[in-house]
């Protein structure tokens, strides 16, 4: 029989975690063993309509059953439950539990043996100055023992007070401790944040030292240890404030378990601090403590961590995106921002994609770097990097390019210049401040496939239409043997604007899709008399155009503010996948939630509407944000060269499927003929010739 505590409870997910399988998989064994010789064990009670169970009968019942995949199970079971009572779920008990824990680790003797006297003197010993345990230690009351008992327990189980302490923490979403999960960032999130760090504090000389003002960074500061521990031999130092709330305690609690080495950092109540010789800034606004800080006072923090920097310190701040970098900010909450890009300091500013906080998936994140300020480039001089990974998955390989960007952009303009960047690109700082849209509307969001360039380019494109024996079909579009094809030296990356910044400007328009009614939408391709429809199904390609129309005169009497597209008209949709296409013809009803983008003939700024539907079809997916899309432009002399070969192009593909179509139905209507004796298939000698030797 198992020795665990009786009091120690689990639920059926925690069942599943024990036992490394699938939660609905113990809903099965509930269910087949009931009538079996063992049959799963029957709830102790019930909990906010969870059923809870015995740990020690669950680990039993696996062992004696050899069911799950985990033959430890009787000895991992205490890590996975939870002690019974109602006060388990409160913060007071967990903060107990993890101040226990920290006991445990600086006295280095198990606890459960200990009286809650001899618990209270040991915690006064180790923590004269009640600064991170003492205090939760005594508010335990009379279930100290008891909860002693319980951490060596859990101790055992984990194999270290640092294992068993993160389990604690794995499980504060579970328990809704607030404070400690609004904020939390998850796993991308936290590589990116520590990567970047580490990768800071390997451009200073001397061992790491790393400064979280806000002090409750607990998650940030753990995964840079980690981070900066495979990279430098040295003693790694982390700085926190040392402030009194729970959360500024607990990070404390966690430094001590994991062995890390802190001193503390005297923040006054106006927030400036002081910080001498090489340092990283890390940290996360708004802390885990005051989630509700406002973008003012966040930007007021971050100030604060500027005004004491010198060229000696880096930095690395993450906060919303709705803060760092989009538009939007009140009035104070701008001129603050832009104070503190007037300093100089601010060399990368990145939005991240949605996703990275664990509470809050749909909220963007965004990324600043702080570095030397270079006072001696005038402001007009200065620049920033700006990259925007809005629709980008942070993967290993994504945060690896990233932080090696990052780390360029501390560099001077020569460094800059001879960086080969993969997502930031350079932008004055002038026109950051002067700016009413994103800091970062100008940066690329869409990566296209990657190319040859210059005379490599230059080549393949002559070699594919040596291949495809190119003469042009009979259209007013150029043929494309006629074009001639020559490198440039220039750099290439494609001039860009947001959808926003281009209507904003009148180079592009939008129109809203015809809300049809069902039953006026007529399936047949033959009737001539009707109007073409484009809804999502033709512009994915699941519906040929054409296919589907409407009558004319009824789309006139029902539909007196319908719209119908001009050629050259992009039709898009965003869902169920983000596409576009050309409308070449025009004069199509667009049946909402599909819409158009028109490109302004008198003045396009360089859009080519076979450009923009790539665009657009080449973003994400998810990316639906549409007035955010990136289109690319090319320079005037070319737009119409580019627009003559690409409509050249897309008549070639719509003959080669027409050709494809028609040798689909011949080879179809030959087999069923002859197979029915109704055709009579005869082949001359030379038909023949290519055949011999088959079988």
Known sequence: MS??????????????????????????????????????????????????????????????????????????????GALDGAAQATEATFRAVTALLALRSVAGVPLGSLSADDLLDTADEHDPDDDMLYREVEGAGDALPRLAAYVDVLVEAAYSEAGAFERLLADRFRLDLRDLGDTALNGPGLALMAWTAAALAATQTGDPVFVDPTGSASDIVLAIAGAAAEGTSGELAVLTANGDSDVARLLRRRLLVHRITRAGLEVQDSGGFAVAGHAVHATQFPPAHNAAMTPAEILAAIDQIVLQMDNAQLGVIMAPASVLTDAGLTRDADELRSTILRSGRVRAIVRLPAGLLSHKPQQHQALWVLGPAYAHVELAERWAMVADLTTISLGPAVIADLVSDLVAALGDRATVRAHSFRFAQVVPTRTLLATRDSLVAGARTVT???????????????????ALAYAGPVTDAPSLARIAIEPTSRAGTAATGTVEQLMAAGHLRYIAGNRLEASDIVEDQAQAAGIRIIAPAEVLGEHPLGRRRIDRLRFAAGYSAGRVTEPGDVVFCTAPRVAAIVDAEGTSVVAFPARILRINRDDPNGLVSEML????????????????????????????????????????????????????????????????GTLTLTLDSESLAPLEGTS
Do not use: C, K, Y
């Open 448 to 466: 296209h496939a990657s190319a040859p360039q210059g005379a490599a380019l230059a080549v393949r494109v002559e070699e594919l239409l040596g």
């Open 613 to 676: 539907a790539a665009d657009i079809t080449a973003l994400p997916a998810g990316h639906r944000r549409w007035r955010r899309w990136q289109l690319r432009r090319v320079h005037h002399r070319q737009r119409a060269a580019l627009a003559g070969v690409m409509a050249s192009i897309r008549l070639e593909h719509e003959q080669t499927r027409d050709r494809l179509a028609q040798l689909d139905e011949l080879n179809t209507l030959v087999m069923a003929g002859v197979a029915a």
């Open 3 to 80: 020795m665990i505590d009786p009091a120690l409870l689990m639920t059926m997910s925690d069942i599943a975690a024990l036992a490394r399988v699938q939660r609905p998989v113990v809903s099965v064994w509930r269910t087949r063993a009931a009538r079996t010789d063992s049959p799963f064990p029957a709830p102790v009670t019930r909990r906010q309509g969870q059923d809870l169970f015995a740990a020690g009968q669950v680990a039993d019942w696996l062992t004696a059953t050899h069911r799950g995949n985990n033959p430890e199970a009787s000895a991992d079971a205490a890590a996975h």
